[in-house]
């Protein structure tokens, strides 16, 4: 997919993997609107990227729990770019109370307390609903919208079920859950925008050293960006309504 002259915004993007999409699809010529919840942190982000050679980079305050920070967002990207060609739906939280290290693995389902399952979905799935169905009149004026998901393979109920996976003994509940509801607004949303140029899917980064993932994780950060840029320039004839690592199909 050509990138002259395309638009991306990326809501959590002064840091990890959101900042790696960011470098990722500013190396290929996108114009890339940061969000972040703190506007310094934007900034910051943002001159690191300009100091590399990557100039069409903005910075802006966006918090995705925000309904109006949505109306606003959606007001500036019109006003500013008219369309917008790739949507990464990047910011997450994980709050589940656990050492997924622990010997035997963990599971969170008896014990996570309801507010904090409702403060992950909040930010994890709902606002991210709503902020697509915000941006999606936008969207729907760029020849090749791309909408990208950051899932998890914890998301994945497949390989939850099965005794011999690798994450079969790793149930953060709260935080799994969650991504399991996006696959699912994935799945639905590619559906309905089937007749359309517009392809949506759902990213798993990898286990990536991140303030999430932690220093035990083994990929490097520099790789954590990699999947939501192949998501973000596929060609007219890729996937949609999928779910990926590098390139690679995983199971719902």
Partial sequence: MASEGKVAFITGANKGIGLETARGLGELGFTVV???????????????????????????????????????????????YVKLDVLVNNAGIMLDDADFGAPGGVNTTTTVKPEILRKVFETNFFSVVALTQELLPLIRKSPAGRIVNLSSVLASLTLHADPKSPIYNMKGFAYDASKTALNAFTVHLAQALIETPIKVNSAHPGWVKTDMGGEAAPMELSEGGKTSVQLATLPDDGPTGGFFHLGETLPW
């Fill in 34 to 80: 940061l969000g972040s919840r703190d506007e310094a942190n934007g900034r910051a982000a943002a001159e690191k990227l300009r100091s590399e050679g990557i100039k069409k980079v903005e910075p802006v305050r966006f918090d995705v729990t925000r309904p109006e920070d949505h109306r606003e967002i959606a007001r500036f990207l019109a006003d500013r």
